[in-house]
């Protein structure tokens, strides 16, 4: 599975550190910025992600940045993307399971490094249910029409 990953400065510790794992659990890791700690605008990065999602370069996204509120409105913003921005791990297992969200947000400042891996691992391992949440899904992305 090709994972697309990105952030801004305030998350670029976090997206460094999910990278070596994500690439431990063997997903092939797309990293789109940033490179640094520099002061950036975080939707030069998760905008980029959220495209390659829709477009099916890669299969899910991660953005990151210090609440995750940022880069889960920008992806939100590209047509195809389900991001969820999550804090634990009932809702990364829920918004797979009922949602079929292709992308996931985390706050490097809200949430910590082990429970973050964590969250990603869960939302990464967990599959979509379909039956009556397919229905859901498609009247979300009615919206969209």
């Given at each position: ?11 670029y510790a976090l997206k460094e550190i999910a990278k070596k794992h994500l690439s ?34 890669c299969d899910k996204g991660i953005v990151l940045c210090t609440t995750g509120i ?69 009247k979300i992305m009615s919206y969209e029409a």
């Open positions: 599975m090709k994972i697309a990953i990105a952030c801004d400065h305030g998350a431990e659990q063997g997903y092939e890791v797309r990293d789109f910025g940033t490179d640094s700690l520099d002061s950036c605008d975080y939707p030069d990065f998760a905008g980029p992600a959220a495209l390659a999602v829709a477009s099916g370069e940022g880069v889960s409105i920008t992806a939100n913003k590209v047509r195809g993307i389900r991001c969820a921005l999550l804090h634990d791990l009932l809702s990364a297992k829920m918004t797979r399971q009922h949602n079929d969200t292709n992308m996931m947000a985390i706050g490097a400042a809200i949430t910590g490094e082990k429970l973050a891996l964590e969250i990603m691992d869960t939302w990464l391992t967990t599959e979509f249910e379909g039956g009556r949440h397919q229905r859901r899904v498609e």
